[in-house]
């Protein structure tokens, strides 16, 4: 065989392991070896274990039935504690994870951790932002509008006026800070006071014991408020217990079986529901078209507002309809 010969056969061979070698390549960053899109890790962390998380949980795992080659990690922080938050995300990256939505406890303290973890992997905020870190969006509730609409309900409920407590798991989450600033707002004006803001930690046996005692403590209280989601049935509880119900009007926010039954007798005026379903739908399918290189789904406010609604007894029997069949119930 000339040389020449030889150095052609040589050339093609060279090309051939090249394109191999290329096409192997873009698989491993694009596609699995089956030609589907490569697998992702993603998780949704809560910022507490109440019954409002079922219904997101529903819409995360929507979303996996829908993405191909995506495992959603659904994480619950038992304590509704910063410490366990960090904890499960300290696990996470460990495992490799390729994006995380949180609802953070405390922002403002949890920024840095929170700023790490983003160096690390995709992260995205729900429920409660943290604007101030490096997230890459925010999915959930413009939360001083639903405060606002809460303020609606409770003058709505109070026409003449009255005192008021609230009640939340802590003042450090934004969207706790949100919602008061919210009622506030609604409330300029109007001849109602708030007398006292209470958190329990997100301890339920604490936010019904708060709800109880400020009964006794302020025995002229015409109205009671939640802002986070337990704090509605804690409330409603107390109030049965202490022979008020009816006459201390409830306002709260979204829609535990407790919560709603409170509405339909009359014993709770109103809440204001959001949209947790698709928190969870939302932020898996965002999280996952932006990692596949859809960087557009992220508009350039860094934030994405789901409507809320204001649930009374003339249409709470129609959203309940609604709810169970998103729930499949």
Known sequence: MSSQVKFLVLLVICSLCYVGCNKNENNNTSSTSSGGPTPLHLAFITNNSSSFWTI???????????????????????????????????????????????????????????????????????????????????????????????????????????????????MDAQNAKDRLAGVKAALDGANIQI????????????????????????????????LWSYNGPAIVSAVRDAGKAGQVKIVCFDEAD???????????????????????????????????????????SKQIFIPTLAIRKDNVDDFQTKLNKMLGK
Do not use: W
């Open 56 to 170: 997101a949980r529903a819409g995360c795992d929507k979303a996996a039935s829908e993405l191909p080659n995506v495992q959603v990690d659904f994480q619950i922080p038992g304590d509704g504690t910063a410490a366990s938050q960090k904890r499960i995300i300290d696990d996470l990256l460990v495992r490799g994870v390729d994006g995380v939505s949180i609802s953070p406890v405390d922002p403002a303290n949890q920024t840095p951790m929170l700023n790490d973890v983003a160096k690390q992997t995709l992260l995205f905020c729900h429920d409660s932002d943290a604007s101030s870190s490096d997230r890459v969006c925010y999915v959930g509730t413009n939360n001083v509008d639903a405060g606002k609409l809460a303020g609606q309900l409770i003058r709505e409920a109070l026409p003449s006026g009255g005192k008021i407590v609230c009640f939340v798991g802590t």
């Open 195 to 226: 007398l006292d803001v209470r958190t329990d930690d997100s301890d339920h046996a604490r936010a019904k014991a708060n709800a109880a005692d400020a009964l006794v403590k302020y025995p002229d209280v015409a109205g009671l408020v939640g």
């Open 258 to 300: 407790e919560t709603l039954a409170g509405i339909r007798s009359g014993d709770i005026f109103g809440t204001v529901v959001q949209q947790p379903f698709e928190f969870g739908h939302m932020a898996i399918t965002l999280m996952t078209q932006y990692l596949r290189g859809d960087k557009s789904v992220v508009p350039d």
